[in-house]
Each structure stands twice: as C-alpha cells, then as structure tokens.
C-alpha cells in the first residue's frame, strides 16, 4: 500500500497561510509515499486575461518564490512520489507566451516547470488537461463547474467513465455510483486559498480541504476527504485521533 497527499487550488500568492502551514505540518507527521499537487497551486495573477488590481505588490517573481517554499517543504515531507499537474492558471503562462511573445516559445525556458523549476524540487510535470492514475483512481485538475457540491464529481465521472479526483471548483463534494462492471467513487477536492483575499468573487461558495488517498498493490483505493473546518478563532481539521489547528486569529 502506497499513501498519498493530494491537495489544489492554493492560488499562490493568495494563499491562506495558515491552513496550509497546517497541511504541511501534517504532510511533515505522515510522511507519505506520494503527494499530488493537482491544479492552480499558483495563481499567475499579473499574466491573466482579468482586469488586476494595481496595488497588488507581488508578481510572477513572487509567485515563483513562493511555490518554491512549498514545493521544498511538500517534497521533503514526501518519501517517493511528487506530481505536479496543471491547471488552468498555471497554462494562463502558455496562454500569455503565445499570445504576446510566440518568438520565445520555441526556447523551451519559458515553459512553466523550467520557469517554476520544478525539477529542482523533484517534482514531475503534467501539461494541462493531463492526469495520474492512483490505482484505479484518476486524478486531473478538471475541466467541469456545475453548481452545487458533488454535481461537479458526477460530471467528471460521466465524462471518464471512472473514479476521480478533480479540484477547479473550491468545493469538497462527492459522488457515487454502482453499475454491473462495480462501484465507483468521484470527489472534488476543495481549496486552501485565502477567500478574502480573491477579488473576483464575493461570498464563494467553496470548501477548504484535502485528501488522503490509500492505493493497494490491486489498484483499489480508499479515499479520505478532510475538510478544514472553523472553531471559533481558528481552524482545524481531524485525522484519526490526530487533530491539526492554526494558531488564534486576532
């Protein structure tokens, strides 16, 4: 059996820093086989499309630092298996390049693993719209918003056809299902960016949260979604007997 951390949208440098200090402590106690960063791990604010606030003070440069930190941290806490897959702020870098400096794309430096200097980290790459096999569990950064908690997981499934794990949404949800070939399970994955600190939606309705995914030698999985929860001034989440918090807020 093979034990990984699976977590998503932290959206650096709007990340909330204190509940994933609390992931990673977490990370740090569990030491696990594998870990997943599975999507928008970084936010690459000043290279989108959107309308940017100009009092915002951190840039690519940030960003690049930033996710560097965490990827030192995650990969130390993560004995073999480190993944990276894109998602769909990481490729606003791709979507920049080609629209205003094709002439650079061909060099390869532009490229965002080389950029981000994943490989530094011992992180391995997959291109957006990629994805990863836990077993028998697909995991992708996901291409698929509907409304409501878990509607989101059904639509992967009836997209792949098979048990998944997607983020993109900020929503813990999940969602079952059993036919003649068997039972299969699909969840969204919820979040760990600061939601005060995102401009471009007002009283979200997302989750925070993560997973822990079980894989055995067979394939089969057992997946634990762990949601972060609020009490009083701080947050806290549970694993086992285990309990993790942030410390008061003020």
Known sequence: MERYIVLNDVQIPFQDRQALDMVLCFAEDLKPEGGVLNGDITDCYMISDFDKNPLTKEGLKAE????????????RAVKKHRHWICGNHEDRMRRYLWRSAPALV????????????????GF??????????LGKLLVTHGSIVRKWSAQTAMGHFQKYGCSTLTGHTHRLGSFFHTNITGPYASYENGHLC???KIEYCADPDWQQ????????DDGLFCLQ???ILVRGSRKVFFYGDAQYSTPLRK
Request: net charge negative; charged share 25%.
């Open 106 to 121: 061909e060099t390869g430096i532009t490229e965002f693993e080389k950029v981000f200097r994943l490989a530094d980290h």
């Open 209 to 216: 949260g993560f997973s822990v995914v079980d894989v055995f």
């Open 225 to 227: 979604q762990i949601p």
């Open 124 to 133: 391995r790459w997959t291109p957006c719209g990629g994805k990863i096999w």
């Open 64 to 75: 690049i630092d930033q996710s560097g930190q965490l990827m030192k941290r995650f990969g």
């Open 194 to 196: 600061d939601v005060n």
